[in-house]
């Protein structure tokens, strides 16, 4: 009868956490774009403008994302001019290129660049990205530098073989928390080089 009684606790519990983490995941902001083409193997979309916050750090993904999310956090948790609180959006996006690393929290997109405090911080730098086409791979799980550099080197293999020009800037995106056991959203993107939206039927006819 204990026995019984304590995996009714525990499904409980675990029913109880699973549903919080979906209504936190339901409450955040997913970065605007929109889906032009999707196969099983990757995505094409289109990233209107946004507003970023963004620091750069030495290393790679793997011994650079703490502090680099400790920062960012701080800014939009209090750390600015006006001690706004801002609202956490997904995802957290990060480069990584010859050593040094870059992070980036996409703001809400009801914010105006012209009225967003100023970081206490320095090293954190506002700015407003370009509208781009992307391409995208998803994957699951827990990351680190090895398992993003594979994605990256298969998105360039799919890339290449369809003939879609891009560029070297590729990105990793994660859409969750640390405490985000299940359902994990990682992604690499890369912004493709000139790309021509009427490519997109050819494709699907393919």
Excluded: C
Excluded at 85 to 99: F, L
Excluded at 139 to 156: D, Q
Aim: hydrophobic share 40%; glycine share 6%; proline share 4%.
């Amino acid at each position: 009868m204990k026995t019984i009684i304590i995996v009714t606790l525990i499904t409980l519990g675990i029913l109880l956490v699973a549903g919080l983490m979906k209504k936190t995941r339901a409450e955040t902001e997913i970065q605007k774009y929109k889906t032009l083409y999707k196969d099983d193997k990757f995505e094409i979309r289109f990233y209107p403008q946004a507003i970023l916050a963004s620091v750069s750090m030495k290393g790679n993904y793997d011994n650079s994302r703490n502090s680099g999310f400790r920062m960012l956090a701080g800014y939009i948790f209090g750390g600015n001019d006006a001690n706004q609180k801002i609202a956490m959006t997904a995802p957290v996006r990060m480069s990584s290129n010859a050593g040094n690393s870059t992070m980036s929290f996409v703001l809400p997109s009801e914010m105006k660049y012209e009225k967003l405090p100023e970081p206490l911080n320095n090293d954190i730098v506002l700015h407003r990205s370009e509208p781009v086409y992307a391409a995208v791979v998803r994957f699951g799980g827990y990351t680190n530098n090895s398992e993003i550099e594979r994605y990256k080197k298969e998105l360039n293999a799919i890339l290449n073989n369809m003939g879609i020009a891009h560029k070297d800037n590729f990105e990793f995106l994660g859409y969750n928390a640390p405490y985000d056991f299940l359902n994990r959203r990682n992604e690499v993107w890369v912004e493709l080089d000139d790309f021509d939206p009427g490519m997109v039927q050819d494709m699907a006819g393919q």
